[in-house]
């Protein structure tokens, strides 16, 4: 199969050489015809010599890299790349196990899928596209998908309405692409349930990202006021519940994450009077009833999500976590989050450094936290780490 050439300006193919899967505008000399937003593209370098083949994209970053092999893009490849990712999370026991039904399946380029996002919850895919060039193709994916995990999923929810770039004015739906009558909306994490509203919740419905921290918080439950701010479905608090915290009180500023979490806590611990929730701003909560608690966990939504407001993004990231240093008691334990992609793990550092000189308190960090690792980080592509947190004792 012969796809559209991009031939780049002289030397313009060193990042790619090392294989960072990305193609900027300003590196392309010409291209022979007119590939289309999403088309597959063959790219060359001054020499004309082949250096990768991607998604086509109107932008800054011009191609998206799929493979930097001279092969066809058809079915056996996403077969291909969907079985690599598959492994990795068997290996892992998140697929398939009693205790654990949900992952992250492809996380774009971490798994070699440029554009791609999917996960698992239970015998449901929910997919996400990012590109156009994934779009166009989400039947094939969707049918690949099935061919790998055969019997395990039963129905895949294309969830791209507001992940599609904006101007290729695609006007996609979110539907079922496979299935949509046997649905179970129960997610298993760590033998904890969770009930998955993917058709409505934000993103693709729960944020397995922090399965491994949640873990983590689990073993500092014991016998602590814990305070999950942002709780969103009450991820955090139904682990320190089982970790035999003493109460457990939630705070999201969304209704319907506050019925989320109820809900969680109720499919978990039935008639445990130890958990409350409250929909409230975090700040104002903080302000006005923080005194109480000796294990607080901070994990607001990515307050940058473009470098252009980076500033204010850390100034953010300092006034919570100095009203966190403020509030908890003598001996307590913050786990505090970022999951901004423009804010590198330094500067988050450095927001609570700053944070913590403000409160005059006597920090110590025990813990630093990431990412787990079904949402793996393409050595070749460093923007895939998002995740940081750090783990904080505060005397
Ligand atoms: N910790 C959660 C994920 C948090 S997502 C988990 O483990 O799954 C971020 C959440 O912050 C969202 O639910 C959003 O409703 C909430 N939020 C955003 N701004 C807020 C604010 N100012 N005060 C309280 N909650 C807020």
Known sequence: MSYAKIHLKTGKEESLNRYHPWVFSGAIHHAEGQPEEGEI??????????????????????????????????????????????QIRKNLQLIGAPHNNTCRLVYGEGDWLPGLVVDLYGNTAVMQAHTVGMHLIRHDLAKALKQVL???????????????????????????????????????????????????????????D??????????????????????????????????NAEIVHSVDSSAKAIALTNANIALNFPDDKRHQAFAEDAFRYLEQS??????????????????????NA????????????????????????????????????????????????????????????DHPINIYHPEGEYLKGLVLYVE
């Open 41 to 86: 593209v063959e790219v060359y370098d001054s020499r004309k010599n082949f250096i990768a083949l991607g998604h086509c994209q109107i932008g800054s970053i011009a191609v998206r890299v799929l493979s930097f092999e001279n092969q066809p893009i058809d079915e056996q490849f996403w077969i291909r790349r969907f079985e690599q990712a598959y």
């Open 150 to 208: 055969g019997d395990l999923v039963e129905n895949v929810y294309y969830k791209s309405e507001d992940t599609l770039p904006y101007k290729a004015d695609l006007d996609a739906e979110n539907e079922y692409l496979t299935g949509g009558q046997n649905v179970s909306p129960i997610a298993i994490e760590n033998g904890l349930q969770f009930q998955i509203d993917w058709m409505k919740g934000q993103k693709t419905g729960f944020f397995v």
């Open 210 to 243: 922090q399965r491994d921290n949640r873990s983590l918080l689990e073993r500092y439950a014991h016998g602590r006021k814990v305070l999950n701010m942002f709780c969103y479905t009450g991820g955090f608090s139904c682990y320190a519940m089982r970790g």
């Open 290 to 311: 923080g005194n109480d608690y000796d294990l607080i966990i901070l994990d607001p939504p990515a307050f940058a999500k473009h470098r252009d407001v980076l500033n």
């Open 314 to 373: 850390l100034q953010g990231y300092r006034k919570l976590n100095a009203l966190a240093f403020e509030k908890i008691r003598s001996g307590g334990i913050l786990f505090t989050f970022s999951c901004s992609q423009v804010v590198s793990k330094q500067n988050f550092r450095l927001s609570v450094f700053s944070a913590a000189m403000q409160s005059k308190r006597k920090i110590r960090i025990l813990h630093q936290l990431n990412q787990p690792a």
